[in-house]
């Protein structure tokens, strides 16, 4: 009998439990299923893939008998769960980067020496609820709509003039010293994963801002929204991964 399948399943299957004990920090021999189990709360995918990986790890045990010489195939999975735990090794051991998933587009931006009036006709000219903010060609900061209607209320309430203070405020007066709580920066290597799991912890989050290395001062590649979600679900599914 060829036993090609379950060297292919014993390779991913391998592989999985290796990254599986990196992500937990487990150096000492702990049951996979265990394991597995333990890495839900730290792994989104290994979450999303749990009840497979679990099965897995009992097929595993179905199919690998343990000898004096090693081990030695006592059975051969089907094609199908071979290419199913293939594609989970890949998802947890290389998944695809969120600049992968969303194609590069136009960013809106004004710049931070720019009267506050620039940016209101941003936001109604590309109808986007996020602005990222320039200096000198770095990247500033980042404000919303939310943001600028809250300061021209407190203005407006305060009696003051608010076309005056649209006309001869700064952008700039609108950033702090750090990114808003509402942001979350990233590097271009982060993946559809890492991005979910970012809006998953931090409720609230409008949006994750990639740059190269994850930095203020960097060109913004990617700005991430919750609208951007069915965009990276299509990308997942056309890749037969579980979409969210």
């Known amino acids: ?25 487990e150096r000492a021999a702990v049951n996979f299923t265990d394991l597995v189990r333990r890495c839900t709360d730290r792994n989104l995918t290994v979450r999303r ?12 045990n179905a199919i690998v008998h343990r000898t004096a010489g090693g081990e030695l195939f006592i059975a051969n999975p089907c094609d199908d769960v071979v290419a199913n735990i293939e594609y989970i090794e890949k998802q947890i051991c290389n998944p695809p980067r969120v600049t992968a998933a969303i194609r590069p587009r136009k960013i809106a931006s004004v710049f931070a020496d720019k009267p506050l009036l620039t940016a209101v006709q941003a936001f109604a000219d590309q109808r986007q609820k996020n602005l990222l903010v320039y200096d ?26 608010v076309t005056q203070f649209l006309v001869t405020t700064p952008c700039s ?30 409720k609230g989050l409008f949006g994750v801002i990639v740059t190269a290395n994850g930095a203020v001062g960097e060109k913004a590649l990617l700005l991430v929204t919750p609208s951007d979600f069915p965009a990276i679900n299509r990308y997942l599914e056309s890749s037969n991964t579980k979409s969210f």
């Open 49 to 60: 893939y749990e009840n497979e990986l679990v099965d897995y790890g009992k097929l595993r």
């Open 136 to 161: 000198r060609g770095k990247l500033a900061g980042v404000f919303n709509s939310y943001m600028l209607c809250a300061a021209i209320a407190e203005r407006a309430a305060a009696g003051e003039d």
């Open 173 to 202: 007066a609108l950033l702090g010293e750090t990114l808003p709580d509402e942001y979350l920066l990233l590097p271009e290597t982060a993946t559809v994963f890492d991005v979910f799991e970012a809006f998953e912890r931090k």
């Open 1 to 25: 009998m060829e036993y090609g399948n379950a060297a292919r399943f014993l390779k991913s299957y391998n592989r999985i439990e290796s990254q599986l004990k990196y992500l937990y920090g």
